[in-house]
């Protein structure tokens, strides 16, 4: 079946470093791709919505990068801060109404 | 603009007891509504959708039933709790169509002692 494959599990990097998440995915027919952010014990917040014929997308703060060929989808906080600090999620979805997230990725910024 | 209630917040319940949780969309028609299910520390595991009243597509087998008596609202229950079941239900909506984002609820944590 469709998986999703997140790395690193854990992240740790300093006030102002970037910070990289990256998920791989199997499915050749996936066309749209989610990032979410999940602060302790809240719910999950859209961060950005990714069609398969966009390559770059720009938010506050963070791009998204997605590579076809790879079927590699990154987020990259460009200037990381301790309000960063939370559990990220990617999630991807073919023609269906199935959405298979990634294990995610609980990224801590030091001040 | 849509907004997502979920009820109870929190709820701590005894191994065998029953559950209801519940989740209700306003400002939208018809949406599509999930039922996802989060262990502690772990990923989201769809376990239900629907596309209309009444009918309710279920996408993992949990030992759980969802319903969806009207167009606005979604409820997730069972009979009888299993420690497993312990974790944290979200609730969600989605305009038609496979290109739209998901919106969560706030969840709801169950603790089965």
């Known amino acids: 079946g469709e998986q999703v494959e997140q790395r690193p599990p854990h992240l740790s990097v300093r006030e102002g470093d970037s910070a990289v998440i990256t998920c791989t995915y199997t499915d050749p027919n996936s066309y749209y791709f989610f990032w979410y952010k999940q602060e302790p014990g809240a719910s999950l917040q859209l961060l950005m919505k990714?069609?398969?014929?966009?390559e770059i997308n720009e938010g506050q703060g963070f791009t998204v990068l997605l590579n076809k060929k790879d079927k590699r989808l990154s987020l990259n906080l460009t200037a990381a801060h301790p309000g960063d600090s939370a559990a990220y999620f990617c999630?991807?979805?073919?023609?269906?109404?199935?959405?298979?997230f990634g294990l995610g990725t609980t990224l801590q910024v030091q001040p | 603009a849509q907004t997502i209630h979920q009820w109870p917040v929190a709820e701590i319940k005894a191994v065998g007891s029953p559950l209801s949780l519940g989740c209700t969309i306003k400002?939208?028609?018809?949406?599509?509504l999930y039922w996802y299910w989060q262990a502690t520390g772990g990923t989201l595991q769809q376990l239900f959708y629907?596309?209309?009243?009444?009918?309710v597509e279920s996408v993992v087998q949990l030992n759980l039933s969802a319903s969806r008596p009207k167009d606005d609202q979604f409820i997730l229950s069972t009979e009888k709790l299993l420690l497993s079941h312990s974790g944290f239900y979200l609730c969600?909506?989605?305009?038609?169509?496979?290109?739209?984002?998901?919106?969560f609820g706030k969840g709801t944590r169950l603790t089965v002692v």
């Open positions: 400002g939208k028609s018809s949406p599509n």
């Open positions: 969600a909506w989605s305009s038609t169509g496979a290109n739209t984002e998901v919106f």
């Open positions: 990714v069609f398969s014929s966009t």
């Open positions: 999630a991807e979805r073919g023609n269906t109404r199935k959405l298979i």
């Open positions: 629907s596309i209309t009243v009444g009918q």
